[in-house]
């Protein structure tokens, strides 16, 4: 029988972390034992089910990556894969149902059974569906029915034990008495979740039900409905529950955990595909938490899928991210980085000189950034230096404090004086020469250099900020960049304003 794997994502919302990670895990399986990935489409929740969900969806699992072969989008020779489309397919096999007597019209209303629910309940008693109606006779139903009385149709629950086999949990085993007998069709006419989900997974022949083990105990219902229309029932694996470090579960309400945010953040999908995967499963030993699709696809077993809970570790996944960003293409990256740019207003229409001094941007700041939207921010402070201010600013204060360092801002505003310099190419000889008539290396020589240029005492390196100072202040940006030697004049007169005179004009 060849493998046919479903996600069943309800479109009532952005693509979660949990989520994700059951359609990253049914994938792997699909990619690595050959078989196909349906995507199928549950909203029979009318009230919540959006189209524009369901795009993001689709929208959502390709940029992990993610391909499927059978969905509403693609087609495939077991549709319709919406719900939505299939009601008439429930109904029918309500119907048979019906037929067989497995299954029986209930004519209680919710409010009567709500009552009984809460009187056990308060009586400190378990509760389930009595079984009430399933001792109407025919004609009573007929009666009823004819008289327009709402109804809902019901499963029989067989007595005896329900067995499924669970590729994670192990055998299982649950006693039918405890069930209530569940409702298949509600008096809208719409099927339940539990009933829809056994009538599409038979009818689209699905082998691996691989979902979140929020579903567990649904599973007896569902392996019951299952019996009763006599199809095979599918080997399950159901995934542990996803936590905060905190351990409290995975929160919608933080908005932390959409794929989309994370997609915004800059957060590269092989970054997310990585740590989704490790959450409930681990690779082999020795084989190292940093692993290409490939060897993703290759290692992936349900039989190192784990029963306890993940735990959704933020800084691991920008460890993953960080290493992914170093790794890229070098290209795409400046792309990302030039939307960024865009949306911050940063940057207009790009041209290829521009296009190259964002490349220089992402060189400078890459190594210290854990997403790419960190991008603008890391960035704006080119755009941002004002002498005055800086002058002022305690750090800065404290680099010009140490003796001889006002003389070497004095060099460097002497040498970037000089008309007519390659600022980029004579770099080296700038601050060579500095050095010789300083006296000074190291920290003590390059710590006033970077407070003179950037205005701040910690930062990407000197170098190459001087290239991206220098070829920025010659292109035509939404704001002007400042040139070293604009930079450091500014920065020179401020020092003096404020009386920090250069240590050579003190003695
Ligand atoms: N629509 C269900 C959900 O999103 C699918 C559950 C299942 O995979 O059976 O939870």
């Known amino acids: 029988m060849p493998n046919r794997l479903r996600f069943a994502p309800s479109p009532t919302g952005e693509l979660h972390l949990g989520n994700a990670r059951t359609a990253i895990f049914n994938w792997l399986y699909v990619k690595k034992y050959a078989g196909s990935l349906i995507v199928r489409i549950e909203d029979t929740d009318e009230v919540r089910s959006q189209r524009r969900f369901e795009r993001l969806i689709y929208d959502n699992l390709k940029w992990l990556g993610l391909d499927w072969q059978e969905g509403p989008d693609v087609g495939g020779q077991f549709g319709p894969y919406r719900q939505s489309d299939r009601i008439e397919i429930y109904l029918q096999h309500a119907q048979i149902l019906l037929n067989q007597g497995l299954a029986y019209r209930c004519f209680c209303s919710e409010q009567e059974l709500g009552e009984q629910a809460e009187r056990a309940r308060q009586l400190g008693l378990a509760w389930k569906y009595p079984g009430t109606c399933h001792a109407l006779s025919a004609r009573e139903v007929e009666k009823r029915l004819t008289s327009g009385h709402p109804s809902v149709i019901r499963l029989k629950v067989r007595p005896g034990m329900i067995l499924f086999r669970d590729l994670v949990h192990g055998d299982m085993r649950f006693g039918s008495e405890v069930l209530g007998d569940p409702i298949l069709i509600r008096s809208s006419g719409l099927p339940t979740y539990n009933y829809a989900v056994v009538v599409d997974d038979a009818l689209m022949k699905i082998t691996h039900v691989i979902r979140g083990d929020d579903h567990l105990s649904n599973t007896p219902r569902q ?285």
């Open 223 to 507: 392996v019951l409905i299952y019996e009763a229309l006599g199809f095979p029932i599918p080997d399950f694996a159901h995934l542990s529950t996803i936590l905060d470090p905190d351990r409290t579960r995975l929160s919608k309400r933080h908005g932390a955990s959409s794929i989309l945010y994370f997609r915004e953040q800059g957060v590269l999908p092989q970054a997310l595909l990585n740590h989704l995967t490790l959450l409930g499963w681990s690779p082999r030993a020795g084989q190292g938490e940093i692993l290409t699709r490939h060897e993703l696809i290759e290692s992936f077993d349900l039989d190192r899928v784990s029963k306890s809970q993940a735990i959704f570790d933020v800084t691991k996944l920008n460890f993953f991210n960080r290493h992914y960003l170093q790794k890229s293409d070098r290209l795409r990256i400046i792309q990302i980085a030039i939307s960024y740019l865009q949306r911050e207003g940063l940057l207009g229409a790009v041209n290829p000189a521009m296009q190259d001094w964002v490349g220089l941007v992402v060189e400078a700041f890459l190594p210290g950034m854990d997403r790419m939207s960190e991008i603008s921010s890391k960035a704006r402070e080119l755009w941002s230096f004002d002498g005055e201010a800086a002058v002022k600013e305690e750090g800065v204060r404290k680099v010009l404090c140490i003796p001889g360092a006002t003389t070497i801002v004095g060099e460097l505003n002497n040498q970037l004086s000089v008309s007519g310099r390659d600022v980029i190419c004579e770099w080296p000889l700038i601050v060579q020469a500095i050095k010789t008539r300083s006296g000074f290396r190291g920290k003590k020589l390059f710590h006033p250099i970077r407070v003179a240029l950037t205005g701040r005492d910690s930062g990407p390196e000197l170098d190459k900020l001087v290239s991206l100072f220098e070829r920025g202040s010659k292109l035509d940006l939404p704001q002007k960049i400042k040139s070293c030697e604009a930079r450091v004049s500014e920065f020179f007169r401020a020092m003096k304003v404020q009386e920090l005179n250069p240590d050579y004009e003190n003695s």
